[in-house]
């Protein structure tokens, strides 16, 4: 289901299973999951480790109620980006790690398409080398 939010600047998809999110995830361009810890499912560490394997980069924000060290811990080292409590949940803190983990997404993107770029010319530049040499094609 497509839910317009806040301010409008995204869109979401939502999923209420693992399994939905990653139907959605292979359907859709997605460029950022929130998510809970519990999904019905698979629990919020093994659901962030299959994520981030099947959808590498897309970062992961996880919001839950389970704040113990021990989750905590377990869903950074699963790969979450930022883990944001949901008891009296601060909406300036969420945003700040969404708007967070899409600008350093975006500023990943944009230093591969620049490397491809950079890459590509080199290429091509070897090429037209080789053909003025006379090492081209007969």
Request: proline share 4%.
């Amino acid at each position: 289901r497509m839910l317009g939010r806040g301010t409008g600047r995204y869109t979401f998809e939502h999923a209420t299973t693992h399994q939905q999110a990653l139907e959605i995830l292979a359907e859709s361009r997605i460029d950022l999951v929130v998510m809970d810890v519990v999904l019905s499912d698979l629990p919020g560490p093994e659901a962030i480790v299959m994520l981030q394997h099947k959808h590498r980069g897309v970062p992961v924000i996880v919001v839950t109620e389970h704040t113990s060290e021990g989750m905590l811990d377990a869903c950074s080292k699963a790969g979450a980006d930022e883990v944001v409590p949901k008891l009296g949940i601060d909406r300036k803190r969420l945003t700040r790690a969404v708007d967070a983990s899409l600008a350093n997404l975006y500023r990943m993107r944009a230093r591969e398409v620049v490397s491809r770029a950079d890459h590509a010319s080199k290429a091509c530049y070897a090429l037209v080398g080789a053909v003025f040499d006379g090492g081209g094609p007969n």
